[in-house]
């Protein structure tokens, strides 16, 4: 009796591409009830993890050469013809659709000898499938022109993001604790110092004072005394 088989992809590589349609290799085998592979073969296919590949932004100075390139990586013999068509979106960068007018352009590139100031905006290139007309690439480039003389507006150099904001604030918190700390700590010293001082200055004045007493009387026990041996020295018969 024989067992019955089917043909199953065992192993597949990555897609050659994040965005847009790519390529991976598929090991294909025949497969039975009991799991035993034969027939082996590696079979290179086409793949789409994500057809929509964002917004790239560029900062340009008039005159400046400048390409824009959505074509879709060879696969061989893989896949059918492709359309492109481009859209622009003028002085301004964005990804809402309303914004975009078409543009004469069926080819993958859109070049620029030597750029203008007026053609800032943004610029998006779709792909299409020629047999299913199915989007397999979309992607917008944002271009700002700057002219010479003029400072050099980049946001992504100049701009401090939030995170950045938040490591200056704490480093600002934290080295306003140190000096609140070397203040205190120095006031406490001083403080501490004084203190000291003043204890040591308290108990040498009472020293002095109990031993200013001590004299004293040392001195007034003494002086009856002296009387009396005077006086028993003058009874004494001749």
Same mark, same amino acid.
């Given at each position: 009796?024989? $067992? +019955?088989?089917? /043909?199953?992809?065992?192993?597949?590589? =990555?897609?050659? @591409?994040?965005? &847009?349609?790519?390529?991976?290799?598929?090991?294909?085998?025949?497969?039975?009830?009991?799991?035993? /592979?034969?027939?082996?073969?590696l079979?290179? !296919?086409?793949?789409?993890?994500?057809?929509?590949?964002?917004? =790239?932004?560029?900062?340009?100075? @008039?005159?400046?050469?400048?390409t824009?390139?959505?074509?879709?990586?060879? $696969?061989?013999?893989?896949?059918?013809?492709?359309? %492109? %068509?481009?859209?622009?979106a +003028?002085?301004?960068?964005?990804?809402?659709?309303?914004?975009?007018?078409p !543009?004469?352009?069926?080819?993958?590139?859109?070049?620029?000898?030597?750029?203008?100031?007026?053609?800032?905006?943004? *610029?998006?290139?779709?792909?299409?499938?020629?047999?299913?007309?199915k989007? !397999?690439?979309?992607? *917008?480039?944002? @271009?700002?022109?700057?002219?010479?003389?003029?400072?050099?507006?980049?946001y992504?150099? *100049?701009l401090?993001?939030?995170?950045?904001?938040?490591s200056? +604030?704490? =480093?600002?918190?934290?080295?306003?604790?140190e000096?609140?700390?070397?203040?205190?700590g &120095?006031?406490?010293?001083y403080?501490?110092?004084?203190?000291?001082?003043?204890?040591?200055?308290g108990?040498?004045?009472?020293?002095?004072?109990?031993?200013n007493?001590?004299?004293?009387?040392? +001195? @007034?026990n003494?002086?009856?005394?002296?009387?009396?041996?005077?006086?028993?020295?003058?009874?004494?018969?001749?």
């Open positions: 009796m024989e $067992t +019955a088989s089917a /043909q199953a992809v065992v192993e597949t590589t =990555e897609c050659s @591409v994040t965005c &847009g349609v790519g390529s991976k290799t598929e090991k294909r085998c025949l497969v039975d009830r009991s799991g035993i /592979q034969k027939d082996c073969e079979i290179r !296919v086409e793949c789409l993890s994500n057809w929509l590949c964002g917004l =790239e932004a560029y900062t340009l100075r @008039v005159g400046d050469y400048f824009m390139d959505c074509q879709i990586p060879s $696969t061989g013999t893989l896949g059918g013809p492709r359309h %492109y %068509y481009w859209k622009y +003028a002085g301004i960068i964005t990804i809402n659709d309303i914004y975009f007018r !543009v004469k352009n069926k080819n993958s590139t859109t070049v620029f000898e030597s750029i203008e100031e007026k053609a800032s905006g943004t *610029y998006r290139c779709d792909v299409q499938n020629e047999v299913d007309l989007i !397999v690439k979309r992607i *917008y480039y944002g @271009v700002r022109i700057i002219t010479p003389g003029i400072i050099d507006i980049n992504n150099k *100049y401090i993001s939030k995170q950045k904001l938040a200056m +604030a704490k =480093e600002l918190t934290n080295q306003d604790s000096e609140k700390f070397e203040l205190y &120095g006031i406490y010293t403080v501490a110092i004084g203190s000291a001082v003043g204890i040591l200055t108990i040498l004045v009472l020293v002095l004072i109990r031993w007493l001590s004299s004293r009387r040392g +001195a @007034v003494l002086s009856p005394t002296t009387t009396t041996v005077e006086k028993c020295s003058a009874d004494v018969p001749a």
